[in-house]
């Protein structure tokens, strides 16, 4: 039902800034919630933030809070993260998924219905 296509990454030199899309295909109105995940290597998956499209509230994991930002497009079915002050620790491959709905504190892969590809973002001099 629901197609995502994650845009944007590459290579970028430490305290850089870049911003990542999530392109949405699909029958997206019954999926209130996008969240943004990343895995680097060696590590497991790491849930960056939740927004609720039904309330407005952006739920932020602590280790990219004040970094990055999450918006959307005011027309398209497009949603962005922009990542700023980027370190090296931030290489990963980023993940946009969708759900019915966020819960906060919880970054449960298993809530989230659908994914994108991921895309891959490196941080290095």
């Known amino acids: 039902q629901v197609q995502l296509v994650e845009s944007g990454g590459g290579l970028v030199q430490p305290g850089g800034s870049l911003r990542l899309s999530c392109d949405k295909f699909g029958h997206t109105s019954d999926y209130a919630a996008t969240a943004w995940f990343r895995q680097a290597p060696g590590k497991e998956r790491e849930g960056l933030l939740c927004?609720?499209?039904?309330?407005?509230?952006?739920y932020w994991t602590d280790s990219v809070k004040g970094r990055f930002t999450f918006s959307r497009h005011p027309t398209e079915i497009t949603d962005y993260l922009e990542m700023n002050s980027l370190k090296t620790e931030d290489k990963a491959v980023y993940y946009c998924?969708?759900?019915?709905?966020?819960?906060?504190?919880?970054?449960?892969?298993?809530?989230?219905?659908?994914w994108g590809q991921g895309t891959q973002v490196t941080v290095s001099s």
């Open positions: 998924a969708v759900g019915l709905a966020c819960y906060s504190g919880d970054y449960d892969a298993r809530d989230y219905d659908y």
């Open positions: 927004n609720s499209e039904a309330n407005g509230t952006t």
